[in-house]
């Protein structure tokens, strides 16, 4: 089974940038040792299982509480396969594919 996860999460309370605190979720996502994809809106995280990745957000937000934020902000989409793998690869080289430029 392949279980993708999009995920944003950022504080509220902090002023425009969010960069400092998305990097400190991105070091626990890292840490994990699931596959990932940081995009300009969101990170998308692969797993074999739901279990794997849903234990993996409260990781993350306990990384910007212990930042002193006093507000988060996240949202989480599933995209849930089973008898597939690697398809954080796969459907952006599917795609390519059919655009020739793969």
């Known amino acids: 089974m392949s279980v993708l996860m999009e995920i944003a999460m950022f504080p509220t309370d902090v002023g425009e940038s969010k960069s400092r605190y998305v990097a400190e979720v991105l070091k626990v996502i890292k840490d994990s040792g699931f596959e990932y994809q ?3 809106m969101a990170t998308i995280i692969e ?6 990745l849903t234990d993996l957000i409260p990781k993350m937000y306990e990384a910007l509480e ?7 902000y996240s949202v989480v989409k599933f995209d849930i396969r089973p008898g597939k793998k690697d398809r954080l690869k796969q459907k952006v080289k599917s795609v390519e594919k059919r655009l020739n430029i793969g």
Do not use: C, Q, S, Y
Request: hydrophobic share 40%.
């Open 66 to 72: 212990k930042m002193g934020v006093g507000r988060v």
């Open 47 to 52: 797993a074999d299982n739901i279990k794997e």
């Open 38 to 40: 940081l995009t300009p």
